[in-house]
């Protein structure tokens, strides 16, 4: 089968992306209009599957990038339908991501699609596939926080404010730990084509266990707080307060929601 011919098919939006999109929309809506009984049990789904859902199109994103910078094999592995079970880090690009939000709230970042970089010629076109993704994190975020800049929260429900305050939280998280210059992460994909030969055939080694680094670093105190401290400053300058992204964060583990947050406004 020739590629003018599987192309069609290799781009078509897979009905799982569709499914996740379709929750997200229906728990939003539940979330707006206060109908579901358990709306900590709405927010919980809504903000995961739109996390799910920008996890697809950050993968998206590179994807795509490295289709019109030469890499035509992406679209016979899948990556252009959006399919999350098309990864080749399935575990890592999805599930973990996910679990990391429900346990700490820190939008750490996924597993990588698989580019063949040998088909793709110039510095610059390698850095922008690496930086596509979360270029899309970036881009998600101000989609969130725009009611909140806009001074546009005038009707805007209460549970779904602070359930945008914390999407957008974990937006901003996964932007910044994936512009890192960490091996294996985005950011060290983005200045990697700029270093020697012997600089990367020494850093190497690191790469399968750079998420691993990352999330071991958060957890030190000091750092941690640091991190914290620029995400607050962000989200601030975003329009967003701490007091929504802690409540959003509190109303999405409904299971333990702390007494602060539980008073409407």
Sequence with gaps: M???????????????????????AVTGWATWTGFAEQPGLAVFLFVTAAWVVSLCLHEYAHARTALHSGDISVGAKGYLTLNPVKYTHALLSIVLPVLF?????????????????????????????????????????????APFWLDALDGVPRDFRLALAFLALLQVTAAILNFLPVPGLDGYGV???????????????????????????????????????????????????????????????????????????
């Design 2 to 24: 020739s590629t003018a011919t599987a192309r069609p098919s290799d781009r078509r939006i897979s009905p799982v992306f569709l499914g996740i999109v379709a929750v997200a």
């Design 101 to 145: 939000v429900i346990m700490g709230g820190i939008g750490l970042p996924g597993g990588a699609v698989f580019i063949e970089r040998g088909r793709i010629r110039g510095r610059w076109r390698h850095s922008l596939i690496s930086a596509a993704g979360p270029l899309t994190n970036v881009l998600f975020a101000v989609v969130c926080t």
């Design 191 to 265: 200045v990697e084509p700029w270093l020697s030969h012997g600089v990367r055939r020494q850093v190497e080694p690191l790469a399968p266990f750079g998420l691993l680094i990352v999330f071991a670093l958060l957890w030190i105190p000091a750092l941690n707080g640091v991190f914290f401290d620029v995400v607050d400053a962000l989200l601030r300058a975003l329009g967003i307060g701490d007091v929504d992204t802690y409540c959003g964060f509190e109303l999405y583990r409904f299971w333990q929601t702390d007494e602060l947050c539980t008073v409407g406004g």
